[in-house]
């Protein structure tokens, strides 16, 4: 089995810049913070199945 390196996704990337500049009166801020809280879990998760797949045998 071929493990590559988990690397974040650009959306991201950009959640992860644009969302400490808005402010919490913005429109958008709630659905983009709402966004980027699953895009950071989901990339977590995925991040630490590699935890478990260090037990599994070659």
């Known amino acids: ?3 590559l390196p988990h690397e ?3 959306t991201l ?3 992860e810049v644009i ?12 659905s983009l913070q ?3 809280w699953r895009d950071k ?3 977590e998760g ?3 199945i590699h935890y478990y ?3 599994l045998s070659q």
């Open 1 to 3: 089995m071929v493990l």
């Open 8 to 10: 974040k996704p650009p």
């Open 13 to 15: 990337v950009q959640l």
């Open 19 to 30: 969302v400490p500049r808005l402010t919490s009166n913005s429109p958008v801020f709630k």
């Open 34 to 36: 709402e966004q980027y």
């Open 41 to 43: 879990s989901g990339f």
């Open 46 to 48: 995925e991040r630490s």
């Open 53 to 55: 797949f260090n037990f």
